[in-house]
């Protein structure tokens, strides 16, 4: 009974705080999966796509723009800011003169029934040495 009453009265207070630690509702489960998810690869001159740790010295050109309206012609998908982030980071920190031609592209999975469906968007046409077998 008194795991019953503590259990209540938790809910009641991180409904009434909003996720302010440590009590939280777990909005992060309520809400339906997404249709559609997302991340930034590398795509070589082959149509190989690698993670951009298998290549090194970056040079891309143009801006490297990732935010959701910069593939926003796709329609709506999720994205995880912090693996974008460190994407980018990976590119600037192994920045270079370049190699083989590389696309740096959003690749979008359409997950909404029926075999998964792939869309690339493309961020950048770039240059890169690659150091990794393809995954």
């Known amino acids: 009974m008194v795991a019953l009453f503590a259990f209540a009265f938790y809910v ?21 999966h997404a249709a559609r998810a997302s991340r930034i690869v590398a795509r070589d001159g082959a149509g190989r796509v690698h993670e951009v740790d298998g290549f090194a010295r970056w040079r891309c050109d143009g801006p490297l723009r990732v935010e959701h309206d910069a593939c926003a012609q796709h329609g709506a998908y999720s994205q995880v800011d912090y693996q974008d982030r460190a994407a980018l980071d990976f590119l600037g920190a192994h920045a270079g003169d370049g190699g083989e031609p590389v696309d740096l592209v959003r690749r979008i999975w359409r997950l909404d029934g029926g075999a998964p469906a792939i869309e690339d968007c493309l961020v950048a046409h770039c240059r890169a040495a690659n150091v990794a077998e393809p995954r």
């Open 12 to 32: 009641a207070l991180a409904g009434s705080v909003h996720n302010l630690y440590p009590f939280s509702t777990f909005a992060m489960f309520a809400g339906g």
